[in-house]
């Protein structure tokens, strides 16, 4: 699988409005996309910092990192060679082609693939 760049870091707060006030604090990050109530997405280069409001059975934290690859068919059919359980490649509400990397299989991080667009 050719990795080419972490692209998101998810993570879940329970109070959103709270949470992206305390991250503009201590980081000075900018947000660039905001769904209110939702989600706020804050970029860092070429990372994205995506905050989100926490489901109710959600505590806050690490939700899911997102990875380019090269080929998303190729790094679905490796990963599955190694016994990794993964979905099939779709493409997702975002317009991107994608895959999701069970979390049992990276102890509890759910990571999405994607194929790298640059």
């Known amino acids: 699988m050719k990795t080419k760049r972490l692209t998101d870091v998810g993570v879940t707060a329970r109070d959103l409005s709270a ?3 305390a991250w503009r604090k201590v980081s000075g990050l900018t947000v660039s996309g905001l769904d209110p ?3 706020a997405t804050m970029p860092v280069r070429d990372i994205s910092i995506s905050l989100i ?3 109710p059975d959600e ?3 690490l939700r899911s990192l997102t990875i380019a690859v090269e080929s998303l068919g190729d790094a679905v059919a490796e990963l599955r060679a190694k016994g990794v ?3 099939d490649g779709a493409v997702a ?3 991107v082609l994608s895959a999701m990397i ?5 102890h509890g991080v759910p990571i999405r693939l994607v194929e790298d667009q640059t």
């Not at 069970?102 to 990276?106: A, H, R, Y």
């Open 19 to 21: 949470a992206l006030s």
């Open 37 to 39: 109530g939702q989600r």
């Open 53 to 55: 409001a926490a489901l």
């Open 59 to 61: 505590s806050g934290g």
């Open 85 to 87: 359980a993964v979905s």
């Open 93 to 95: 509400d975002d317009g």
């Open 102 to 106: 069970d979390p049992k299989s990276t």
